[in-house]
């Protein structure tokens, strides 16, 4: 603790009287630099944390949580119902049976390989319900089948237009081998808002994949699980394959996070590194710190040594400049952690504002995918950055306090 004499020092010291009770200019560019730091880090964090967010989202919307699939591609509706028994049913928001096969789309001359699915219900729930462009769909007809926009676009196609599939199944012949066609009429255009769905993925109706696929009605080969929090997958995937195993069901699960396990630890790495790298701004911040001060030491040399006469201890004169370096980092971090919320939460505004005022667009969702910055503030980070940000600063301020402390009066009086 300071005392009252220490504090008095410190203030002095801290508030130059030339400027009339200003900031000294070392303090100045200390404390913009560690503001502009910290608020760099919390806004970078924060978008990358709403990418994130929204990338899952978009993956999970498509794949959903969990999928049970067969060895031997069959799973039948008397298996499900005994999996979905075992559960508990408030382990899970909800559930879908589909049939997920690779086919081929051929439209005039231009043929596309693409996956098709086709669900047993579509309620208001499913996420093909929300992402429709040209209306809500709830059942698909026999006959017809929903496409991506960026596959339209790629073949020119429109709501109405007739188009073929042809499925891996084959119908022996004189001749050989035919493979299995059958003309759809498109009832539906999606968007996922990522490429590789938009433009590889169509669904159809259920009676037409178990056609196709000489599927008996009981018969599915996909099962999706819809959990209420995506990151608990892991507890919810052992409570399902310890009923798989305890069944002898040749079956097997794969979840979300298996299946984008590279993207995400790719993403992980990458929100480290740039912490890292972000933090080093703040390292080069607090360097003014130990600059100015040494600088500030040498300037009061004559007063830090007619305070030794007067009587205050080397202990006392530590805390002085330690506590004028504290003061800088608090106030830096503070308003640079103020900053960096401020315009993260307001990140539309400003991105909405520099597009008028440039008369550009920042975002174009056809180049990014994204016609917005997401952001996602974590204030558990928040708050992580704002303790290192106070350890660096506490770091930069020893050195230059020891100095102050150990000058000898004697010397600095003589040389005066």
């Known amino acids: 603790m300071l005392s009252r004499s220490e504090i008095l020092i410190t203030r002095r010291f801290l508030f130059s009287k030339k400027t009339e009770g200003y900031v000294s200019i070392f303090s100045w560019f200390s404390i913009i630099g560690i503001s502009l730091g910290v608020a760099a880090i919390i806004i970078v964090m924060s978008v990358m944390n709403g990418f994130r967010s929204n990338l899952i989202e978009r993956l999970i919307g498509v794949n959903s949580h969990i999928n049970i699939y067969s060895i031997n591609e069959k799973i039948e509706i008397k298996e499900i119902k005994k999996i979905k028994k075992q559960l508990d049913p408030k382990s899970y928001k909800e559930v879908f049976s589909s049939i997920e096969t690779q086919g081929l789309i051929i439209s005039d001359n231009t043929s596309k390989g693409v996956i098709m699915r086709a ?44 188009i073929k599939i042809a499925v891996p199944k084959a119908d022996s012949s004189l ?107 703040v390292i080069v911040a607090s360097m003014n710190i130990i600059s100015g001060l040494i600088i500030y030491v040498k300037e009061k040399n004559k007063d830090i040594a007619i305070l030794k006469t007067l009587g205050f201890s080397n202990y006392s004169l530590l805390k002085i400049f330690f506590s004028i370096g504290l003061t800088i980092g608090l106030i830096g971090t503070i308003s640079g952690t103020i900053l960096g919320i401020i315009i993260t939460e307001n990140l539309i505004i400003i991105q ?19 016609s917005t910055l997401p952001s996602d503030v ?8 704002f303790i290192i940000s106070i350890i660096i600063t506490i770091l930069s301020t020893i050195f230059p306090a020891i100095r102050a402390s150990n000058i000898d009066p004697i010397v600095s009086l003589k040389n005066e």
Do not use: C
């Open 378 to 385: 974590k204030y558990e980070e928040v708050s992580f950055v």
């Open 175 to 281: 001749l050989g081998n035919i493979p299995r066609f059958k003309t759809l009429k498109i009832d539906g255009i999606f968007d996922f808002g990522m490429f590789e769905y938009d433009s590889n993925l169509v669904f159809i109706s259920l009676e037409l994949a178990r056609k196709l696929l000489l599927f008996e009605d009981s018969v599915f080969n996909r099962l999706e699980f819809y959990l209420y929090d995506p990151l608990k997958i892991n507890n919810f995937e052992m409570a399902l394959n310890s009923i798989i195993k305890d069944n002898n069901l040749n079956y097997y699960s794969l979840s979300w996070l298996d299946r984008n396990s590279s993207l995400m630890n790719a993403l992980k790495v990458e929100k480290n590194v740039m912490f890292l790298i972000l933090a080093l701004i």
């Open 119 to 162: 669900y047993d219900k579509m309620n208001t729930e499913h996420y093909l319900y929300k992402k429709t462009i040209t209306k809500k769909i709830s059942q698909i007809g026999f006959n017809k089948i929903i496409i991506g926009d960026a596959l339209a676009k790629e073949l020119n196609l429109k709501i109405g237009d007739k």
């Open 352 to 370: 909405n504002f520099l597009e008028k005022l440039l008369d550009t667009k920042l975002f174009a969702e056809e180049i990014y995918f994204l």
